[in-house]
């Protein structure tokens, strides 16, 4: 990753191409670690502290109309650093997982689908970001580490960086399953960096700060 700053500026119609009003990218997005007090939709009344609470941001409990239970518990960021792509441009990362745990008798369906596009970020001027999946497992041992264990990083974006995002899974009963989630940003942010995954219904949202984008679906099997 180079050092150098570049000038960058956002059009709607691509990722982050040529517009009018540019401003330099700073070095770094603020992840601060602090936890804040989580929505009382994304706060489990009944979780047990556990050794990898420091890591977590926000935790609830989903219920269906058929009593089936989950749990989702979403991290604080890591990360925080630039990312200089294959053409120069300079972007800034940071790392997430969500951790989501089947306590139904059912299996579970889970689809999440990110499109190539980017979204914008209401509470920062011409900030705009990108949500993308990385393949590599996420485990709780990974949680101690550098951006999470996330070791091929810089080689995913090259790859990824302008293509959707997709992943599937089944989630067998009684287990949990782990996943990263890689926000990339064209500037640095107003205030720090929180996302979070949950449910409504049977659709899959994903909120980065205020900005929440419905991306998927969970059925029961």
Not at 74 to 92: A, E, H, I, Q, V
Not at 174 to 185: A, E, K, Q, R
Request: proline residues 5%; charged residues 25%; negative net charge.
């Amino acid at each position: 990753m180079r050092k150098s700053l570049i000038v960058l500026s956002i059009a709607t119609t691509g990722l982050f191409s040529c517009g009018q009003g540019s401003k330099s990218t700073p070095d770094t997005v603020t992840v601060d670690k602090e936890k804040v007090e989580s929505p009382e939709k994304f706060k489990s009344q009944n979780q047990p502290t556990t050794d990898n609470e420091k890591y977590i941001d926000t935790r609830y409990e989903y219920t269906d109309a058929e009593g089936r239970r989950l749990l989702i518990q979403n991290s604080l960021p890591k990360g925080g650093l630039k990312y200089t792509d294959t053409n120069g441009n300079d972007f800034l990362y940071a790392i997430f997982w969500t951790r989501i745990t089947n306590e139904a008798v059912n299996p579970l369906e889970l689809s999440i689908h990110f499109p190539a596009d980017a979204f914008k970020l209401p509470s920062s001027a011409d900030t705009y970001f990108k949500l993308l999946l990385p393949p590599e497992t996420m485990t709780l041992e990974n949680e101690p580490l550098f951006n999470y264990g996330l070791t091929s990083l810089e080689s995913f974006l090259d790859n990824e960086l302008h293509k959707s995002s997709s992943v599937q899974k089944t989630i067998n009963p009684n287990s949990s399953t782990m996943f990263y989630v890689v926000t990339l940003f064209n500037k640095g942010v107003d205030g720090v960096v929180r996302a979070a995954l949950s449910f409504k219904d049977q659709t899959v949202f994903y909120r980065v700060n205020e900005k929440e984008i419905a991306c998927g679906q969970i059925n029961f099997n």
